[in-house]
């Protein structure tokens, strides 16, 4: 126990802090951390110190990540300020966010990391941004969001307080596809978030603390005024959800939502699975423990199939289908970009922990009984494909 304690205050003692990361840009010249900026991303304004064997008091967290990563990077706000987190990008080039202590906050998505103030608070970042080619992009249309009531950006996370030892995801990011910042005018905004229901993208809104103000029934939004707001201020208005709009029309991309929205599902969903330890909640620790010494036998209320051991695979594949998309439904699913197999995915947050816990048995006692089929006809000499449904894997 006190070794433990020991190994813990020695990892924690390692991190680097506020004054520690302030202290890499002394003597740096704006040129130089401008420079860095448009190195870890196209039209990066932000002050960036790009870390390297050769960084200072480099610890063994920031080792390990400058193996694992491209480009390792610490950023200031606006306000010359620095986040308390480390800027990632892997080898393709995807950009996310880890935390001092190693933990990832945000696995790494295609787009771009825009820091997008909100009145006097510079701590927000923006992450896996799709609707502009660069961040300066989106800062300038950020002004011009100021004042209307424009929709602005489309990515999969929101960190606030990034600035500060207290910086957190707002959002979990298995429960929704894209966000959007909905400006009410005044410099004001609110959180419009996207889920896919049924395979369609439905939109609610959230505001800048996470609380829900409408929840994801619609396809389009608009800002209804206020009679009194003679000045359109729209502080006084609300947001109405519509079904007669889609939301395409309300971004005015030019891009493909339907499009963009199926490339993210799978990243996420593949992102989730790998780096999903950090990031999931107790269910499935809670899951795992439950089946631990359930390996050996099936409880399946469809354990009566019969016929050929090839005609019973398929049967115990269609069920592991049945579930995989049951548990899904709400949540995440990666595709293979090559033949369009599902390869992951994720349950959505409208389901209970009790639910997919049960649902998940379901689908390992198929999986299962798919992998005893196949041993058992190699032994006849039968030769029965593999389902992607044999091996998926589904978080929480």
Known sequence: MLFLLFMTISVFGQQRDGKGIEKLF????????????????????????????????????????????????????????????????????????????????????????????????????????????????LLLDWGKAHK??????LFSAIIVNADKPTLKSLLPMNEYVFLSLGSRGNGKFDIFTMKIVDDTPLWGVVDMKGKEILPNKYTGFIRKGHLLDTGNTGLWGKWVGTTEMDMTEALNYSRDLKADTQRRRGELATALNSFGETMISTAEVIETVQNSSMDGSSSNSDANISGDLPTQYKKWASLAERHYNSITNLGLKGKDEKNGKDVGGTAGQGMSSSNYTQMKKSLREAQDEMRRIRRKANKQGVNIAKSEYEDIQIKY
């Open 26 to 137: 002394k003597g740096m010249s704006d040129v130089e951390t401008l420079q860095n900026g448009i190195a870890f991303q196209e039209g990066n304004i932000t002050k960036t110190f790009l870390l390297s064997e050769a960084t200072p008091d480099l610890n063994n967290i920031e080792k390990k990540l400058l193996n694992e990563y491209k480009q390792v990077a610490f950023m200031c706000n606006i306000a010359s300020k620095p986040f308390y987190c480390y800027f990632v990008k892997d080898n393709e080039d995807k950009r996310g966010i880890v935390g001092l202590d190693g933990n990832v906050i945000v696995p790494p998505l295609s787009g771009n990391i825009c820091n997008i103030p909100n009145g006097k608070d510079f701590g927000i970042l923006l992450v896996g941004e799709l609707s502009r080619p660069s961040a300066h992009e």
């Open 148 to 153: 209307d009531f424009n929709i602005l950006g």
